[in-house]
């Protein structure tokens, strides 16, 4: 069982917006900034959001994050058939001192 | 370019020892924690640990201390991931990746445990 809460899996239909939550508590999302990764079928994970939500150099600003008390969310808009994969949450957790992840939603475009 | 190469895939046997490495290349690799990352078959992604380079210093998850043995050495940029008695249920995908944001991620190195 993961640490922070996502939702299984969310979809939706090319060029529409969707947006995955990720649930955490005091010692983790709610002190601690949020990292978002894209995980494509079969490779390794890759950053998409750091520090809740700034983007690293190549990253589309389809991609946006957002904080709010314990909960973070990742919206993607403009969604492409190119954007099917898996995204997970992390943060740093100060009573585990060491970072945690969310479970990952997988995103399905119709 | 920034970069981390891990090892190529393993097959064990039960009870069996394995060391995997993790290559950083393009920057300053003593300069940053190397974490290492499991994802079993079909599951989402769990901290195994970090280490920082220059010094040596670990931290592990407290659901893999005991478990598993992170080690670098500098000199050759590398840091490894080791385990002395190796089970079934360690097979999964290890993936070693640049603390502090997790911005550059290895290829991931798949170790499969089975009699």
């Known amino acids: 069982q993961s640490v922070l809460t996502q939702a299984p899996s969310v979809s939706g239909t090319p060029g529409q917006r969707v947006t995955i939550s990720c649930s955490g508590i005091s010692s983790n999302i709610g002190r601690k900034t949020v990292n978002w990764y894209q995980q494509l079928p079969g490779t390794a994970p890759k950053l998409l959001i750091y520090s809740t939500n700034q983007r690293p150099s190549g990253v589309p600003d389809r991609f946006s994050g957002s904080q709010s008390g314990t909960s973070a969310s990742l919206a993607i808009s403009g969604l492409q058939s190119g954007d099917e994969a898996d995204y997970y949450c992390a943060a740093w957790d100060d009573r585990l001192n060491g970072p945690v992840f969310g479970g990952g939603t997988k995103l399905t475009v119709l | 370019e920034e970069q981390l190469v891990q090892s190529g895939a393993e097959v064990k046997n039960p009870g069996e020892s394995l060391k995997i490495s993790c290559k950083g290349s393009?920057?300053?690799?003593?300069?940053?924690?190397i974490g290492w990352v499991r994802q079993m078959p079909g599951k989402g992604l769990e901290w195994v640990g970090l280490i920082y380079p220059a010094d040596s210093d670990t931290r592990y998850s407290p659901s893999f201390e005991g478990q598993v043995t992170i080690s670098a050495d500098k000199s050759i940029s590398t840091a490894y991931l080791q385990w002395s008695s190796l089970k079934a249920s360690d097979t999964a995908i290890y993936y070693c990746?640049?603390?502090?944001?997790?911005?550059?991620w290895g290829q991931g190195t798949m170790v499969t445990v089975s009699s």
């Open positions: 393009g920057y300053s690799f003593s300069s940053y924690w």
């Open positions: 990746t640049r603390h502090v944001t997790f911005d550059i």
